[in-house]
């Protein structure tokens, strides 16, 4: 088992930023990667980044490309996502998810989840 702890949501003003944390405890060395998923209030939960445990490679959708970086620190067993340039459309819960296997960009198949951190961006 792998438990996931998300932190650092705020509430910021458009155009700052924010770095959140997920922390990952339990049977880490299982994990194939780790990604970022954010759900808006009466929307569906939308990939954002990912990151493979073993070679650090990463994707970013498109969407935030350019504003939002994820990295990780294996050493802590710590995932993080920089989120820059902040829109108040970035407002959404942030999910960070881990998987042993698949690591797809869709929220099915993911076999572990955090609670979820707040991320709230005012114009």
């Known amino acids: 088992q792998v438990q996931l702890v998300e932190s650092g949501g705020d509430s910021v003003q458009a155009g700052g930023s924010l770095r959140i944390t997920c922390a990952a405890s339990?049977?880490?060395?299982?994990?194939?990667?780790v990604a970022w998923f954010r759900q808006a209030p009466g929307k569906e939960r939308d990939w954002v980044a990912r990151?493979?445990?073993?070679?650090?490679?990463?994707d970013v959708a498109d969407s935030v490309k350019g504003r939002f970086t994820i990295s990780q620190d294996n050493a802590r067993s710590t995932v993080y996502l920089q989120l820059d340039s902040l829109k108040p459309e970035d407002t959404a819960m942030y999910y960070c998810?881990?998987?042993?296997?698949?690591?797809?960009?869709?929220?099915?198949?993911?076999?572990?989840w955090g609670q979820g951190t707040q991320v709230t961006v005012s114009s």
């Open positions: 990151i493979y445990h073993y070679g650090g490679s990463t």
């Open positions: 998810a881990a998987d042993r296997f698949l690591c797809r960009v869709v929220p099915s198949g993911w076999d572990y």
């Open positions: 339990g049977n880490t060395y299982s994990i194939k990667c």
